[in-house]
Every structure is written in structure tokens, then in C-alpha cells.
């Protein structure tokens, strides 16, 4: 291409010379006679010239065409048939193209990125305009304000219509920013608005119900607390002053003393569940799991209960063959303890309470251990069946404290069972008995 370009300017440049060259010697040497005189006319002249131009013009446009093809013909990833004038350039515009490239591939990735964030986040995140038109909002936004269509490209309105809330968002969009809760169907959200670069607005929604369940647990749980010891300190201090004081008749001293020793037993299994629950929480509070048979386990609980039995007058039955499990013994040895105790102390004279312990490998479901214990006692109303599970929870507060019940037993239970990652589910009549279903993993 370089060779053809070359060879047309040096065949043009070498007919100009000739021609000019030609006239030179025509026009002032004469020798041409009446040839000579037609060039030395000025038509003539002027036609040569516009001949002279045209020639160039041609000469011109055939010379920009190659050039013009040869470039768009250029391949930018290996550019290797260019002219070397241009090289240089070619390079530069190579070198802008891939940067360019690689720039837009990163902003690709941010965006991406960014969206996958945005659309995964655990909080609701809300970008509106300054005209009030929600730019984008993600799901967990959707759920937490219950919206019925998704808002992208709509007015914030079609968001949630709370007045407080529009107003928190106009003050955003004014450059102030503002906190509010909002309470929906027993759900806390924590919602915060911020003014953006853009004069837009932010809106960052957080889901508080668990938090706020678990200080409003934290609160009763010291109340209760409190309580508990409360009954047994005053009652230890009341019959030891009497003693101290030498108030008390001899002959009650025994009794006193014996008041004070039950209350001290009482209150030190309290605080011994209290820090039991604690250590709960801690999930591996407890170390590693070992191969256990709840059969023999469950063995063991009932001949530790058989005293209390014999003296409530309840049958206790065990029905079950080797079902053998990973687990924590101590916790496991803990939960049957509370859940057979409890079927016992809440029995009537000459009732009964059955443990059943099964184990299920059927080919849909994991292998499992399950355990029932239900009794003929007292039972517990529906009405207060969810609750059960509440930590200082009890039913009846006068039987609770003649049997020294403190409430922590079940929510002993419901912990256990739930460090093992199974199920619970209780079912009772009120006079008719309890009967308790766990389900654990093997």
C-alpha cells in the first residue's frame, strides 16, 4: 500500500516537471512557431491551468481514498499493516481504547458489586431524588415496610404512607436528618434518614423486634429475679433474727432452723439455674458431643426420682430399647430430669407418668431420637400453653410454691433442646394431664 502511494506521487511529481519545463522552454525559446504562439495565448493558459488542477484534484482524491480505506481497514487489536507517519497515533489511540476498556470493566464490578450488597443487605436501604422518586430500593426494604409493588421510579408515598415517616423524608431531602421507629404487626424497625450529595435522601431501615424482645426479656429477667430471691432472703432473715434476738421459744428453734436451711437449698438451686441458663446461651459452652444411649440416661433419672415417686405415690414407667445419639450427657441427663420431676411434683396421688424413647431412621427423614413423657396431673390450660417456656413462667403460683417451683424448669428444657438443634412441642387439658414430644438429631 506504501509502494503504491509512493510510485503515484513520484509519476505526478515527474509529469508536473516535464510539463512545466515543456512551456518554459516553448514559451521563450519560440521555436514552436505557430505552437508557440497558442501557448504564449492566454486561453490556452487558462485551460492548461484548469487542466493542471484537475489533474491535481484527481491525483488528490485517489491518494485521500487509499488512505482513508487503508486507516478504516486498520485492525485496532494488532495493528500491523499501518503507515509508519501514523504508527505513533495509532499507539496512542490502542493505548486509550484498552484503558477505557479496563475502566469500564471496573465499574462494571463496583456496580455489580454494589448491587449485590445493596440487594443482600440484612437492613432496608432506600436511594431517593430530590423530586422525592425513589431511585432504588432493595427487598429487605420491601419487607420491612410491607410494601405491595415495588416503588423503583415512584413516588416514596407508594413506600408507606406513614405521615411521620413522609415527614422525616422531606426533612432529609431539606438536609436534615432524623431517626424514627416504627411499630407493624408486632415488628420493630428502626429507621434512619440521611441527606445524600445529590440533595436526595437515604433511608436505612433496621429490624429491632429481636433486640427489643430480648430487652424487654432482660428486664423481666431481673424483675423476676429479684423476686425469686427476694422471698427466701427475707424469710432467712426474719426466723434468724428471731433466733439471734433470742425472740424465738426454744422449741421452734428446730422449726426455724429448718425453715432457714429449705430457703438456703431453695435459693442456692435458683442462682445454680440461673447461671445454668447463662451457660446455656454460650453455645459451646459444653464442649463436644459423645455417643450416648438416652435409654440408659433416662434409666438413670428415674431411679434418681424414684424417692419422690414413692412418696407423690406416682407410677413411673420407662418403655424404649437402645437409642443411641451424639450428644451432651449432662444437658441431656438435665432435660429428662426436669421433664420427669416436673410430671411427678404436678401429678395427683396414684397417677402415672410414661416415658416412651423411640428412634426413627425412615428414609425420609435423618435419623432421630424421639422422646415423650406425659402424665395424669394437673395439667396446664391452652390459654397458657405459649408461654410455658418463659423463663420464671409458672401456671399456678400457689402449687409452684409448695412443690418450690421456680419457673425455670421448662425454659431449662426449650434450651437444651434447642443446643441440640431439635423440636418441642407440648399438648395439654387442663385436669387431664401433660404430655411433652422432644425431638432430637442423631
Not at 500491523?80 to 477505557?100: A, S
Not at 432472703?233 to 421459744?249: D, R, V
Amino acid at each position: 500500500m506504501r509502494r503504491r502511494i509512493f510510485i503515484a506521487l513520484f509519476i505526478t511529481t515527474i509529469i508536473g516537471i516535464f510539463i512545466t519545463a515543456f512551456l518554459a522552454i516553448a514559451f521563450f525559446s519560440g521555436v514552436a512557431g505557430h505552437f508557440g504562439e497558442m501557448i504564449r495565448s492566454i486561453p490556452f493558459l487558462f485551460l492548461l491551468c484548469i487542466l493542471l488542477i484537475a489533474i491535481t484534484y484527481g491525483v488528490a482524491w485517489w491518494l485521500t481514498h487509499v488512505i482513508a480505506t487503508a486507516i478504516n481497514k486498520v485492525n485496532f487489536d494488532a495493528p500491523d499493516d499501518v503507515y509508519d507517519e501514523l504508527n505513533e497515533f495509532f499507539q496512542k489511540i490502542i493505548r486509550q481504547r484498552r484503558q477505557i476498556e479496563n475502566h469500564e470493566s471496573e465499574l462494571w464490578v463496583q456496580s455489580e458489586t454494589s448491587k449485590s450488597i445493596i440487594e443482600n443487605m440484612q437492613d432496608g436501604f432506600v436511594i431517593v431524588d430530590p423530586t422525592g422518586t425513589v431511585i432504588t430500593a432493595n427487598p429487605r426494604a420491601l419487607a420491612l415496610f410491607e410494601a405491595d409493588q415495588n416503588p423503583d421510579g415512584k413516588n416514596i408515598i407508594c413506600l408507606l404512607t406513614d405521615s411521620l415517616f413522609l415527614d422525616k423524608v422531606n426533612d432529609a431531602l431539606s438536609g436534615t436528618g432524623g431517626m424514627m421507629t416504627l411499630r407493624k404487626h408486632e415488628r420493630v424497625v428502626q429507621v434512619s434518614f440521611l441527606p445524600s450529595a445529590n440533595k436526595g435522601a437515604i433511608i436505612l431501615a433496621t429490624d429491632n423486634t429481636e433486640r427489643d424482645r430480648a430487652e424487654k426479656m432482660r428486664r423481666e429477667f431481673s424483675a423476676n429475679v429479684s423476686h425469686e430471691l427476694k422471698t427466701p432472703l427475707t424469710t432467712i432473715g426474719g426466723f434468724s433474727e428471731l433466733i439471734m434476738e433470742g425472740i424465738a421459744n426454744p422449741k421452734d428453734i428446730v422449726h426455724f432452723a429448718t425453715r432457714i436451711n429449705s430457703q438456703a437449698k431453695h435459693m442456692g438451686h435458683l442462682i445454680e439455674n440461673i447461671l445454668f441458663l447463662s451457660k446455656l446461651d454460650e453455645q459451646d459452652a459444653y464442649g463436644t458431643f459423645v455417643s450416648c444411649d438416652i435409654v440408659e440416661i433416662a434409666t438413670e433419672v428415674i431411679e434418681g426420682l424414684c424417692h419422690i415417686a414413692e412418696k407423690q405415690q406416682v407410677k413411673v414407667t420407662l418403655v424404649g430399647i437402645q437409642c443411641v445419639m451424639n450428644c451432651n450427657k449432662l444437658l441431656i441427663y438435665e432435660m429428662l430430669m426436669n421433664l420427669i420431676g416436673n410430671a411427678i411434683q404436678y401429678n395427683v396421688s396414684g397417677g402415672k407418668v410414661e416415658v416412651i424413647i423411640e428412634e426413627d431412621k425412615s428414609v425420609n427423614a435423618e435419623g432421630r431420637c424421639h422422646i415423650t413423657v406425659s402424665d395424669t396431673g394437673i395439667g396446664i390450660p391452652k390459654e397458657e400453653q405459649s408461654r410455658v417456656f418463659e423463663r420464671f413462667y409458672r401456671v399456678e403460683q400457689s402449687r409452684c410454691r409448695k412443690t418450690g417451683g421456680a419457673g425455670l424448669g421448662l425454659s431449662i428444657v426449650s434450651h437444651i433442646v434447642r443446643y441440640h438443634k431439635g423440636t418441642i412441642e407440648l399438648s395439654s387439658e387442663q385436669g387431664k394431664g401433660l404430655r411433652v414430644d422432644v425431638s432430637l438429631p442423631l
